[in-house]
C-alpha cells in the first residue's frame, strides 16, 4: 500500500521549493532544524531538508 502512495518529500520539493514557510521551529542543529508547518500531506520538514534562515 505504502508504495502507491506518492512520497510527500517530492511532492513537497515539486509545489513548494524555494518558497518562505511561517511555522514553529522545534529543534536546530548545526546544519538545519526542523520546523512544524501546516502543509498538506506533509506536517513537519526533516531535519537538514532546509536551512534556517532569520
Known amino acids: 500500500m505504502k508504495a502507491l502512495q506518492r512520497d510527500p518529500f517530492k511532492e513537497f520539493a515539486r509545489t513548494h521549493l524555494g518558497r518562505v514557510l511561517t511555522?514553529?521551529?522545534t529543534k536546530?542543529?548545526?546544519?538545519?532544524?526542523?520546523?512544524?508547518?501546516?502543509l498538506s500531506r506533509l506536517r513537519s520538514l526533516a531535519e537538514g531538508v532546509g536551512t534556517l534562515r532569520r
Open 23 to 25: 511555522g514553529r521551529v
Open 28 to 38: 536546530i542543529v548545526p546544519f538545519g532544524g526542523n520546523m512544524e508547518a501546516t
